[in-house]
């Protein structure tokens, strides 16, 4: 069964670095979505992303942040300068189209020191 | 904004029982609604999708229901085994036109053996 796939599952960072998260969408789906969970918080909606450009973002969202489907099969997701506050669980996920159901990656886990 | 809350935080059961889950969100003009399965740092599995034009969906011995005027969703287990034992999550696609999910905090469920 397809599914969606996320590297790396862990990631540690220093603060104030760079880092890139990856996805891999179902194949025939069209819209991808960043989610994140803090620990003990509720899934938040970061951005999500249809015809090679942003269609939607949150507040969480700023210009520290940014996506990019740099091939017909990634879509990633990368934090400038990161900060201790970024520490979270990350999601990815797609949906064949608007409104569909969507579906999730297993999540990168991003620890920022 | 839409919120969307889940009741009660945890739940546990002794295996074979029938149990109820709870949602609510306080915008009713939603798109969907998906209650999704989250094990311990592990992603999101998606269980059900109700749209907004309908009652219930089945599948297997979980049967979501949407009560879209009064802004509640229940979703029932029946015979619960110890392998259910996860979170769920219940998230709200909203009907402005947006394509981002509304997450409850969710219900962390434990069946004993």
């Known amino acids: 069964e397809p599914e969606v796939t996320q590297t790396p599952s862990h990631q540690v960072t220093q603060m104030g670095q760079e880092v890139i998260l990856r996805c891999v969408p179902i194949s025939n789906h069209l819209y991808f979505y960043w989610y994140r969970q803090i620990l003990g918080q509720k899934v938040e909606f970061l951005v999500s992303f249809y015809n090679n450009e942003i269609s939607e973002k949150s507040e969480i969202f700023d210009d520290q942040f940014s996506v990019e489907r740099p091939d017909g099969s990634n879509f990633t997701l990368k934090i400038r300068s990161t900060k201790l506050e970024d520490s979270a669980m990350y999601f990815c996920?797609?949906?064949?189209?608007?409104?569909?159901?969507?579906?999730f990656g297993p999540g990168t886990r991003l620890t920022v020191l | 904004k839409q919120e969307v809350t889940q009741i009660p935080a945890a739940l546990s059961v002794p295996e074979g029982e029938n149990l109820v889950l709870n949602c609510s969100f306080t915008?009713?003009?939603?798109?969907?609604l998906q209650w999704f399965r989250q094990d311990p740092g592990k992603g999101l599995t998606s269980l059900l999708l109700i749209q907004s034009s309908q009652r219930e969906q089945t599948s297997g011995r979980l049967n979501a229901s949407l009560d879209k005027s009064s802004g509640r969703s229940t979703l029932y287990i029946a015979a619960s085994q110890p392998g259910d034992s996860a979170t769920y999550l219940c998230?709200?696609?909203?009907?402005?036109?947006?394509?981002?999910?509304?997450f409850g905090t969710g219900t962390r469920l434990t069946v004993i053996p």
């Open positions: 998230a709200v696609l909203d009907g402005t036109g947006a394509n981002n999910l509304f």
């Open positions: 996920a797609s949906s064949s189209y608007l409104g569909n159901e969507q579906f």
């Open positions: 915008d009713s003009a939603i798109y969907n």
